[in-house]
């Protein structure tokens, strides 16, 4: 079975990074893709960020785009989030993802096991 824990949660200035870790452990059958997401309370999980781990070609969301870099090292079975330029409206939980079923690498219905979160929050 394939479990994800994220790390590297925590409160940052808006103007500032922060990087995200997700490590695989158990069963890594199924992480071909992963994906970064993240939510506020009472809003829809949104995607932020895919990775083919194959070749680490990346795809990113409309609020990622240019700010933020997604990685994957194999060896380490650790998948990243580079976050740069943070402002207020990134605060969320950010969520890692994998066991895409098929669909949109940014849906959340296309991925079967998720992390427990980690919570960014983004200080103006």
């Known amino acids: 079975q394939l479990r994800l824990s994220e790390f590297g949660g925590g409160s940052v200035e808006a103007g500032g990074s922060r990087a995200l870790s997700c490590v695989q452990s158990g069963s890594t059958s199924s992480t071909t893709f992963m994906a970064w997401f993240r939510q506020l309370p009472g809003k829809e999980r949104e995607g932020v960020a895919a990775?083919?781990?194959?070749?680490?070609?990346?795809w990113y969301g409309d609020s990622a785009k240019g700010r933020f870099t997604i990685a994957h090292d194999g060896a380490k079975n650790t998948m990243y989030l580079q976050m740069n330029r943070l402002k207020p409206d990134d605060t969320a939980t950010y969520y890692c993802?994998?066991?895409?079923?098929?669909?949109?690498?940014?849906?959340?219905?296309?991925?079967?096991?998720w992390g427990q979160g980690t919570q960014v929050t983004v200080a103006s």
């Open positions: 993802a994998a066991g895409w079923t098929g669909g949109h690498l940014l849906d959340r219905k296309s991925y079967q096991s």
């Open positions: 990775i083919n781990t194959a070749d680490n070609s990346p």
